[in-house]
């Protein structure tokens, strides 16, 4: 069984930062494509941040580009998420996702496995 377990969230002032953690168990991680969604208080889910099977490759959605930052250890089966200059229109439950696939997936519907989420507030 495939387990995907946050931790890292919390209450932050704006301008804070923060990391998320993601660690994977119950399937070879090293060979999937790994992702952050978020979904904020009445609005749509959406993929923040997506990194390739290697770590080669990464996407950020455009409000986050510049200050998030994803990145993989394949030997500690985790994903991370560095979060800085946080804005309150972050706020959010923040997701952490895996996918058979090896590349760069945008839409949750590409991936088989999820987190139980994390909350993040960030203060005004």
């Known amino acids: 069984q495939v387990q995907l377990v946050e931790s890292g969230g919390g209450l932050v002032q704006a301008g804070g930062s923060l990391r998320l953690s993601c660690v994977v168990s119950?399937?070879?991680?090293?060979?999937?494509?790994m992702g952050w969604f978020r979904q904020g208080p009445g609005k749509e889910r959406e993929c923040v941040a997506a990194?390739?099977?290697?770590?080669?490759?990464?996407y950020y959605v455009d409000s986050v580009k510049g200050r998030f930052s994803i990145s993989r250890d394949n030997a500690k089966n985790t994903v991370y998420l560095q979060m800085n200059s946080l804005k309150p229109e972050d706020t959010a439950v923040y997701y952490c996702?895996?996918?058979?696939?090896?590349?760069?997936?945008?839409?949750?519907?590409?991936?088989?496995?999820w987190g139980q989420g994390t909350q993040v507030t960030v203060a005004s």
């Open positions: 119950g399937h070879t991680f090293r060979s999937n494509a």
């Open positions: 990194i390739s099977w290697s770590g080669d490759s990464t």
């Open positions: 996702a895996g996918s058979r696939g090896i590349g760069i997936l945008l839409h949750e519907k590409w991936y088989d496995y």
